[in-house]
């Protein structure tokens, strides 16, 4: 199988309140393969809709597929996931980096966001879900249950020093087009500030045969347009390489790129020129890819 066609929808009665999920998972042809309807206990509408997403992304690459077509009546989810809305939640956030990871396997991924009357089989499943009253409640669905530790109680007073930690951060970059320049600047330095570090070096890694980093101006857009623009004068997309998969101009530009960059951090801050910003460079999307931040 290559390509599914799924309709995701999440349901709270009382936001939060009791819960469900609802994914419907169609072939190319238009026909049902699946159906998920599960009770996911006391959440949130927000919390249930990337349960459903996080659930169909599993169930999908279970069944073999490749290419996935995803639509929800969730605005906020779509754009969130699409890269136009930061995710600013706690709660949320771990699920939004396990939907974009779990997104990496597919060679293409489409969220996009329809009218709830659009989307009425996931929508029917997820309601019927969350007025079960035979289902047990349950702190998350199988396919992710670790995720439950981000909805624990806080605890009350925060450790005076932060823990400096030296661990791999993982962020998720979705893109939108095959060849793109994303600023990630503000997500790196997120993962400075979570480190703990006040003074050291913080190493961005990209783990892609197709994509790569680099620090370039971000005052004029027009800078990436033009550097995507002469890479594909340099390297141009044609079938006559040898390469089966049809990308062989995106691995090249890859390593004309480069996977690391490094940059010192002084302050608790990254050390960067006034024009200078660290971007995410992608050459076979629209894709789902991860970067790699270390800061020590």
């Not at 709660?91 to 974009?100: D, H, Q, S, V, Y």
């Not at 969350?130 to 702190?139: D, E, F, T, Y």
Request: proline share 6%; with cysteine; hydrophobic share 40%.
């Amino acid at each position: 199988m290559s390509k599914a066609f799924i309709q995701v929808d999440g349901a709270s009665k009382g936001n939060p309140g009791p819960a469900g999920i609802g994914v419907a998972i169609l072939d190319e042809s238009g026909k049902v393969l699946k159906e998920i309807s599960e009770y996911i206990g006391e959440k949130t509408n927000n919390f249930a809709e990337y349960t459903a997403l996080i659930r169909a992304l599993g169930e999908a690459h279970a069944m073999g597929f490749t290419s996935l077509d995803i639509q929800t009546d969730s605005e906020l989810m779509e754009r969130q996931i699409n890269g136009q809305y930061r995710v600013k939640n706690d709660g949320i956030i771990p699920l939004f980096e396990t939907a974009l990871q779990l997104m990496c396997p597919f060679k293409k991924v489409v969220v996009k966001h329809v009218l709830r009357d659009k989307n009425k089989l996931a929508d029917k499943l997820a309601s019927a879900a969350a007025m079960s009253k035979a289902a047990p409640a349950q702190p998350a669905p199988p396919v992710q249950p670790s995720l439950m530790l981000e909805e624990a109680p806080k605890p009350a007073k925060a450790p005076k020093k932060p823990e400096v930690k030296s661990a791999i951060q993982r962020i998720g970059v979705r893109t939108s087009a095959r060849n793109q320049f994303v600023d990630i600047t503000h997500d790196v330095q997120d993962a400075v500030k979570s480190s703990g570090v006040t003074d050291g070096v913080c190493s961005v890694y990209v783990p892609h045969t197709t994509a790569g980093v680099t620090i370039n101006e971000n005052a004029d857009p027009n800078v990436t347009r033009d550097m995507i623009d002469i890479l594909a004068s340099l390297v141009p997309q044609s079938p006559e390489y040898k390469h089966a998969e049809g990308n062989s101009d995106a691995h090249v530009k890859a390593s004309m790129m480069g996977s690391s960059v490094t940059v010192f951090v002084e302050g608790g801050k990254l050390v960067l020129g006034t024009w200078q910003a660290i971007y995410f460079a992608e050459f076979d999307g629209p894709r789902s890819r991860e970067v790699y931040v270390r800061v020590g």
